[in-house]
């Protein structure tokens, strides 16, 4: 078994209450995380996430489906890798 299906099965087994700690604790740490990797990011970079956000917020611009994105990405890829294989 692998070990995030022994994890999954050991916080399935907890009570409510400490399921409810175990998920608090485990959003702490990924908010941590995001902290850390935002304050690697370059101020040119936080101007245009910011710039990114208000324009979605002001509905110039749409969210879309991680799933559409990445299946535009790996098309582009694609395209590209073979676009060089030809050259």
């Known amino acids: 078994m692998s070990v995030m299906k022994e994890l999954l099965n050991s916080a399935l087994a907890l009570s409510q209450k400490d399921r409810g700690k175990l998920i608090a604790k ?8 995001t902290k850390e990797t935002t304050a690697q ?3 040119e970079w936080m101007d245009e996430i910011e710039r990114r956000i208000e324009r979605y917020e002001r509905g110039e611009t749409q969210a879309r489906e991680w799933t559409e994105v990445k299946a535009d990405l790996e098309a ?5 890798q073979a676009r060089r294989a030809k050259s």
Do not use: A
């Open 41 to 43: 990011l370059s101020p």
């Open 76 to 80: 582009y890829l694609r395209r590209r």
């Open 26 to 33: 485990l959003l702490e740490s990924l908010e941590h995380e």
